[in-house]
């Protein structure tokens, strides 16, 4: 009977280790997340101000650029996935990783081919594991990323985008992220990042007015050139910085959950414990007033 | 005469300065380009050199760039640069 005390003992330890665990991942995730969302606040006006230029460019300019006319020649799409480092975030990088595959079932019905890039360890072993290749992949550092990390990417994904048809080129490029909403709403989301799609924040001439003249110096194309690589490498930072926020916002909400449930399962464990303890005392008591009046009887 | 520029100046990681003032002087792989209200739409690939704000409410501001670029619409400027060695100090004052 002791024995089953023990084992009630020893759960309720074990658990409670693991509530401090899960607590004090709850707090670092709390911590850190209200600077990787100033982080994604600071970075939008960036974004957006290079954006808007881009679509001004695109716009008013009216240049063939090879960057922003759409390709059909390679047959092939490049699929970057973002996901988590670490697990411990609940379905955090499982949607990620559902959404990326949902889009690829949709692209290779289209009849394209998936080039696959993946940041994050869950989603390398993920791919991985079911021996897809990996074009690329990243990892570490998911949830602090730097502009290094992104420049890479931009790289690695913008060659892929400029590569002849032999050598590997993509027509497409997309990006499956999370977008960092709110503190309880994130949402897992696919990003086309080429061919340009986005023309937002330029207004449409309207009829009869004359068309603003852009003065573009030194010329169009080479203004495009130049903004090019760096609204690509924006795109993916601001992608990166709303991962790492849903991440930890993620992980938060996980492990507030898991300290909870650790909660009741220790309570329940008491009651266990204390239930038997009081088997065992009864028990005793019956068997010395059993004992005694043996002995009476006799 | 029109009322003053709005200008912004924008790094990748947070904004350097905001608010309005009268000329904004970028160097452009051109040449130094100055801006004041009623300019022409431009869109302007900046080399490594200072990005000059004058006339601001908050007093002028000056910020060294890597690179970069400028572009004016409607009496609006978004200069957009890549961050240089530390921000002139002058417009870290002024953006705080």
Redo the contacts between chains.
């Keep these: 009977m002791a024995g089953q005390q023990r084992v009630y003992r020893q759960r309720i330890r074990a658990t409670s280790s693991l509530k401090k665990i899960f607590r004090a991942m709850e707090l670092i995730a709390a911590s850190r997340i209200g600077k990787a969302r100033l982080?994604v606040e600071?970075?939008t006006?960036?974004t957006r101000?290079?954006t808007?230029?881009i679509s001004?460019?695109a716009a008013?300019s009216g240049v063939d650029h090879p960057l922003t006319t759409a390709r059909t020649d390679t047959g092939r799409a490049a699929v970057l996935v973002i996901s988590a480092d670490r697990g411990m975030a609940g379905a955090y990088s499982a949607n990620v990783i559902r959404e990326a595959e949902r889009l690829r079932g949709r692209l290779e019905a289209d009849g394209k081919e998936i080039v696959q890039f993946a940041a994050g360890r869950r989603a390398v072993s993920y791919y991985s594991f079911r021996r897809r290749e990996l074009a690329g992949q990243w990892t570490g550092g998911s949830d602090a990323p730097t502009?290094e990390t992104a420049r890479e990417m931009a790289r690695a994904l913008f060659s892929r985008f400029q590569a002849d048809a032999e050598d590997g080129g993509v027509d497409e490029i997309y990006i499956v992220g999370t977008r960092f909403v709110s503190m309880v709403t994130q949402q897992a989301q696919v990003l086309r990042l080429l061919p340009l799609e986005i023309v937002e924040g330029v207004e449409e001439p309207e009829e009869g007015e004359v068309q603003?003249?852009?003065?573009?110096?030194?010329s169009p194309e080479?203004?495009l050139d130049?903004?090019l690589p760096?609204y690509i490498e924006?795109r993916i930072?601001g992608s990166l910085l709303h991962c790492a926020a849903s991440e930890l916002a993620s992980r938060q909400r996980a492990m507030n959950t898991a300290t909870s449930n650790a909660e009741d399962i220790i309570r329940n464990y008491t009651r266990l414990a204390n239930q038997a303890r009081q088997a065992e005392i009864t028990q005793e008591i019956s068997e010395i007033v059993s004992g005694a009046d043996a002995l009476a009887a006799s | 005469m029109a009322g003053p520029l709005t200008i912004?100046v924008?790094?990748?990681?947070?904004?350097l300065w905001s608010g309005t003032a009268e000329r904004l002087i970028a160097p452009?792989?051109?040449g130094e380009?100055g801006l004041l209200t009623g300019h022409?739409?431009?869109?302007?690939?900046l080399k490594a050199g200072t990005v000059r704000v004058r006339g601001g409410v908050d007093g002028d501001a000056e910020f060294a760039i890597e690179?970069g670029?400028v572009?004016f619409?409607h009496d609006v400027v978004?200069v957009?640069v890549?961050p240089a060695a530390p921000a002139a100090a002058a417009g870290e004052t002024a953006a705080h």
């Design positions: 982080r600071q970075a006006p960036y101000a290079i808007r230029a001004a460019v008013h502009r603003p003249l852009y003065d573009f110096e030194p080479q203004v130049a903004l760096r924006s930072f | 912004d924008v790094a990748p990681d947070r904004v452009t792989v051109e380009i022409e739409p431009v869109l302007s690939v690179a670029f572009s619409d978004t957009v890549e």
